[in-house]
T-cell receptor, first 114, second 112 residues
Framework: NAGVMQNPRHLVRRRGQEARLRCSPMKGHSHVYWYRQLPEEGLKFMVYLQKENIIDESGMPKERFSAEFPKEGPSILRIQQVVRGDSAAYFC????????????FGQGTRLTVV | KQEVTQIPAALSVPEGENLVLNCSFTDSAIYNLQWFRQDPGKGLTSLLLIQSSQREQTSGRLNASLDKSSGRSTLYIAASQPGDSATYLCAVGQGGSEKLVFGKGTKLTVNP
């Protein structure tokens, strides 16, 4: 059973470009979470999704950020018009049944905005 | 608002020593607590999950305890090895939501 797969592992974007981060949860997991880790900071929750539904996006910046988890395919975190402050490690996690069950994390995507 | 604090921020010990990492949280309304390990430039590896109704969990040389009423958890590592060097993160599952709230971690270095 492969773990949580994220790609790309590293992504470099120029200011103003779009960044697309992909996450395939573990097999059998229908709950997906995105977290952001800024340099010297702890991981911060961004968004929680189930298939085709955004359940909690309370940690998402109001502008330029969006997330989806379609019926088929990976979850996507999309950042439009990236700025230097978006440079961070973005981690995806999945769990089989949500609250109370163990969360498994991917290797992360390290976004650098130049 | 839940806040998770990990002390110390960094710890350096000689190989073979037993050690304790501390985690405290401000809101006791949690449904679980999870300890992770993060290696430089890598993802998070889940070490132990303690449900709110449990007092401790053990896996190999690791033992985690939870005192929900006092808002504390400890991760005990026995007979430390250089391969244990990493950053250890504590995260609480916040009641009423699906999010994990993380501490900033303890960076552990085990010297041969």
């Amino acid at each position: 059973n492969a773990g949580v797969m994220q790609n790309p592992r590293h992504l470099v974007r120029r200011r103003g470009q779009e960044a697309r981060l992909r996450c395939s949860p573990m097999k059998g997991h229908s709950h997906v979470y995105w977290y952001r880790q800024l340099p010297e900071e702890g991981l911060k929750f961004m968004v929680y999704l189930q298939k085709e539904n955004i359940i909690d996006e309370s940690g998402m910046p109001k502008e330029r950020f969006s997330a989806e988890f379609p019926k088929e395919g990976p979850s996507i975190l999309r950042i439009q018009q990236v700025v230097r402050g978006d440079s961070a490690a973005y981690f995806c996690a999945s769990s089989p049944q949500g609250q109370g069950t163990e969360a498994f994390f991917g290797q992360g995507t390290r976004l650098t905005v130049v | 608002k839940q806040e998770v604090t990990q002390i110390p921020a960094a710890l350096s010990v000689p190989e073979g020593e037993n050690l304790v990492l501390n985690c405290s949280f401000t809101d006791s309304a949690i449904y679980n607590l999870q300890w992770f390990r993060q290696d430089p430039g890598k993802g998070l590896t889940s070490l132990l999950l303690i449900q709110s109704s449990q007092r401790e969990q053990t896996s190999g040389r690791l033992n985690a305890s939870l005192d929900k009423s006092s808002g504390r958890s400890t991760l005990y590592i026995a007979a430390s090895q250089p391969g244990d060097s990493a950053t250890y993160l504590c995260a609480v599952g916040q009641g009423g939501s699906e999010k994990l709230v993380f501490g900033k971690g303890t960076k552990l270095t085990v010297n041969p």
